[in-house]
């Protein structure tokens, strides 16, 4: 099927804490709808059958819950109402975003998927009910190419988004499409957690996601094109991520995955949106792991000199490393209960220093969420203290199998190259409770390889 994502810069109000009238809020939200329009067309002159709009692309971010109030439109969340909004505009108050979006479906028969803030009134006696008697919620919504409203998905793990309530349950949002079948939705930082997002996709064995994001880079391990694609070869669905486009805001990032390919755009310097559009296999059963015969070969040598460990902060973990010297070798790296593997060899030994990094613990600074991670990483300069920084250039080929003793099942193979550009691992998987993956030759210079394992159970 024919797919499309849009990157979407969006128009932002200069003053978010401010309070405005409907009809001002309407405005500013109606030039991000125009440029939607624009782009739904463009995406459907180009066989497009669904098209995917990023987070917070409409209304924009930094609001306080009063003053986002004027943004926000009136969606019932609840799957008795069947209703098409272009059609029906009249039904319920509060409604033109719904609208603006359900028409542009209908009039360019595709599928579309966006994300705005919505307002739900609430009874006293509901326990969970905010004290202004409202919930407001990060809501995703989706319409079939008839333009009726055929899913709607709350936000349940918020990132600091003070204006917005989490649902009192978690919403597992899927919809049916003739081309391809369930898509499952969820937002942005709910990639990281089991609720509803791991759940969703095992619960309903769900072989497409649709994913609008607003996403700040964070390298090495959390850039987004990174975990996107980890994130589709781990669960081996594909992937429509829709990032919003703030390069000032360190956002950037898109694109349509599939667990062996991706069509990416990754841009810090220019400015303005894009659009993606792709041409995927519908997934119907699992993607075969290759598995390697005896991929480890752990040295019996013993004696020799080994190598410093170090300790340096990563992605605000204190990583334990050691470094990754010369042109060939065998490292091993172990904090708390994983231990991290390392057979490497380099064409040609630059002057760039690399490290093998490990951390098992729980990550407390934007989230608390529980890592496992073997890391190999380029350092941001010759000195060990460089271990962890934010690097994007590298020129070193490095042929590498890396391979840890996991205690989680849930493992997330990053593999990103120079310029922040994707490659793809040659073998990956399980094999006597070690989770490998080995790549020949990376395609350009290798920034990050990596096995970032989630261990749900102790967040």
């Given at each position: ?23 001002s809020a309407l405005e500013l939200m109606g030039r991000n709808l125009d440029i939607y329009e624009q782009q739904a067309v463009a995406a459907a002159r180009q066989g497009a059958q ?221 400015y303005g949106g894009k659009l993606i559009v792709a041409e995927i296999p519908v997934i119907t059963t699992d993607y075969e792991t290759n598995l390697e015969e005896n991929p480890f ?163």
């Amino acid at each position: 099927y024919v797919a499309a994502v849009y990157e979407h810069e969006s128009i932002l109000s200069p003053n978010p804490t401010v309070l405005v009238d409907r009809q001002s809020a309407l405005e500013l939200m109606g030039r991000n709808l125009d440029i939607y329009e624009q782009q739904a067309v463009a995406a459907a002159r180009q066989g497009a059958q669904i098209i995917v709009f990023p987070e917070d692309g409409i209304h924009g971010f930094n609001f306080t819950r009063s003053s986002i109030y004027p943004y926000l439109d009136f969606v019932l969340h609840s799957h008795s109402v069947k209703w098409n909004p272009c059609r029906e505009p009249y039904l319920f108050n509060d409604t033109e975003v719904l609208q603006r979006l359900s028409c542009m479906a209908l009039k360019n028969k595709i599928f579309l998927v966006a994300n705005l803030g919505t307002k739900q009134p609430c009874e006293h006696t509901d326990p969970h009910c905010p004290s202004d008697g409202r919930y407001q919620f990060n809501t995703n919504v989706a319409f079939n190419d008839d333009g009726a409203l055929v899913a709607t998905y709350r936000k349940h793990n918020l990132y600091f988004e003070y204006a917005f309530d989490s649902p009192p349950e978690p919403d597992y949002t899927f919809f049916d499409t003739p081309f391809a079948g369930k898509f499952g939705v969820f937002t942005c930082f709910d990639i990281l957690f089991f609720e509803p997002a791991v759940n969703l996709i095992r619960q309903y064995n769900l072989k497409q996601v649709v994913y609008p994001t607003a996403w700040m880079n964070q390298l090495p391990l959390l850039s987004a094109v990174e975990f996107q694609q980890a994130f589709a070869t781990a669960f081996s669905i594909n992937i429509l991520a829709a990032n919003i486009h703030h390069p000032a805001l360190g956002m950037t990032g898109s694109g349509i995955y599939t667990p062996v390919k991706s069509f990416i755009y990754h841009d810090m310097e220019s400015y303005g949106g894009k659009l993606i559009v792709a041409e995927i296999p519908v997934i119907t059963t699992d993607y075969e792991t290759n598995l390697e015969e005896n991929p480890f070969r752990v040295s019996e040598k013993g004696n020799e000199q080994l190598p410093p460990l170090f300790y340096a902060e990563m992605m605000y973990d204190n990583f334990t490393f050691v470094p990754v010297w010369g042109e060939k070798g065998e490292l091993q790296v172990c904090a708390n209960t994983l231990c991290c593997y390392l057979n490497y060899q380099r064409a040609v030994v630059t002057d760039e220093l690399y490290a093998l990094g490990v951390f098992d613990g729980l990550h407390t600074v934007h989230g608390t969420y529980y890592v496992q991670a073997c890391a190999l990483v380029k350092c941001g300069g010759l000195n060990f203290s460089t271990c962890g920084q934010e690097v994007t250039d590298a020129t070193a080929l490095i042929d590498f199998q890396l391979w840890g003793n996991m205690s989680t099942p849930y493992i997330f193979p990053l593999l990103l190259t120079s310029g922040i550009t994707l490659d793809f691992a040659d073998h990956m998987g399980w094999k006597n409770n070690y989770y490998f993956i080995s790549k020949n030759r990376t395609s350009s210079g290798l920034l990050t390889a990596a096995l970032y394992g989630r261990w749900y159970d102790k967040d």
